[in-house]
């Protein structure tokens, strides 16, 4: 039965083939003739030149081939197909043949990750600044390498922050603009005002909290891979166990010491979205553009925010004040880093005055010699 199938099929191919070779070429296909045999590119890849005296052919899938006795047909078969193209055949060492594949040449991948790069101070200033300062530690590359990535992760939450920021204030100077320019509408007889607004302030604001909050855990995070401990944004955790560590005089325990009041605010505010409560101080309050009438003139109160029962300030400048803020906190602790790990030469970090940053690069620190110091 089985022969029989295998006569029929080496008949169709057969005249297949004859057919075949009374075609005309076929335009955008190679060929060559004997002794070597060049197969047609496909979209998986390249069919491999092998010469002509031998010829790997692809192992179809056979039920014979789990069989005790099937395997000869599938062999046979194969390799009857293969002369009536005109192939001849050799054998694997395993009686079995398979089609040979050259590797597709690799495509490189250009993709678009982030609209904001180094002339961002936000991005300037953390990992590309940053590893600058990292190339001159004694610490392993390991711990470089995982400072590296801290700073990364410092990175991505402020760039979130800056595009917050910039949205929000760019709605709000849109809106001063219009008033500015055209002056409060008003209608029926006074009694109704048309007053610009910023979409989604209250989001946009728990939005920012929440990455400003991620942000700051990440500069904590820098003294991590030097000495495995993880305060994330507990400042006052981060602060005893500096004094423990190094004692209360020494200059990281004493500039942990200082920013903890100021981390402590943002992360009051952002814990009053998570955790709201009927208390002063207890659920963040924003408010969009308000009016206000004293008794001799009507004007406008841009955005502001702040948390129940408390003082409220403008949000567009708190914001920016927060990105700033967090960038440098960041710094600091990195320079601080800078000082346990430094090499024993006269090496001091030096701050690059504003004006002569590179607009491009606008990185505020760099190493250089003590001598180049200001005094």
């Known amino acids: 039965?089985?022969?029989?199938?295998?006569?029929?099929?080496?008949?169709?191919?057969?005249?297949?083939?004859?057919?075949?070779?009374?075609?005309?070429?076929?335009?955008?296909?190679?060929?060559?003739?004997?002794?070597?045999?060049?197969?047609?590119?496909?979209?998986?890849?390249?069919?491999?030149?092998?010469?002509?005296?031998?010829?790997?052919?692809?192992?179809?899938?056979?039920?014979?081939?789990?069989?005790?006795?099937?395997?000869?047909?599938?062999?046979?078969?194969?390799?009857?197909?293969?002369?009536?193209?005109?192939?001849?055949?050799?054998?694997?060492?395993?009686?079995?043949?398979?089609?040979?594949?050259?590797?597709?040449?690799?495509?490189?991948?250009?993709?678009?990750?982030?609209?904001?790069?180094?002339?961002?101070?936000?991005?300037?200033?953390?990992?590309?600044?940053?590893?600058?300062?990292?190339s001159f530690f004694t610490g392993t590359d390991a711990q470089k390498e995982r400072c590296k990535g801290v700073l990364m992760e410092l990175s991505r939450h402020l760039v979130r922050c800056v595009e917050i920021c910039e949205r929000v204030t760019g709605e709000i100077d849109q809106g001063l603009a219009s008033i500015a320019t055209d002056g409060l509408q008003f209608q029926s007889h006074g009694r109704v005002v048309t007053l610009p607004s910023v979409a989604d302030l209250h989001s946009q604001a728990e939005a920012f909290l929440q990455s400003a909050k991620l942000a700051i855990r990440e500069t904590a995070r820098l003294a991590e891979p030097f000495y495995e401990v993880r305060h994330d944004h507990k400042f006052h955790r981060f602060a005893a166990w500096s004094q423990e560590k190094f004692g209360a005089d020494d200059p990281f325990t004493k500039m942990i010491q200082d920013w903890e009041p100021w981390v402590k605010a943002i992360v009051s505010m952002r814990n009053a979205v998570d955790h709201p409560e009927d208390k002063p101080g207890g659920k963040l309050v924003v408010h969009n553009f308000r009016l206000i009438e004293p008794p001799n003139e009507v004007s406008v109160l841009e955005p502001m925010w702040g948390l129940s029962g408390g003082s409220e300030s403008p949000i567009r400048a708190d914001m920016a004040s927060a990105i700033e803020g967090i960038t440098q906190l960041g710094e600091s602790v990195l320079v601080e880093l800078f000082y346990k790990f430094k090499p024993p030469f006269p090496l001091v970090v030096i701050e690059i005055p504003e004006k002569d940053r590179d607009p491009s690069f606008p990185k505020r620190l760099r190493v250089g010699l003590a001598s180049e110091a200001p005094a």
């Open 1 to 134: 039965m089985a022969l029989s199938v295998a006569r029929g099929a080496l008949g169709r191919m057969a005249r297949f083939v004859q057919c075949a070779r009374s075609l005309a070429p076929v335009p955008g296909l190679r060929y060559r003739s004997c002794p070597w045999r060049t197969l047609p590119r496909t979209a998986s890849g390249t069919l491999s030149v092998v010469p002509n005296d031998c010829i790997a052919l692809p192992q179809a899938y056979n039920p014979h081939n789990h069989r005790s006795h099937g395997g000869s047909v599938q062999r046979g078969l194969s390799a009857a197909i293969a002369a009536a193209a005109g192939f001849n055949v050799c054998g694997a060492a395993d009686k079995r043949y398979s089609l040979g594949l050259e590797r597709i040449t690799p495509v490189f991948k250009l993709q678009k990750l982030s609209n904001y790069g180094t002339s961002t101070p936000a991005v300037a200033r953390t990992l590309p600044q940053g590893s600058e300062l990292l």
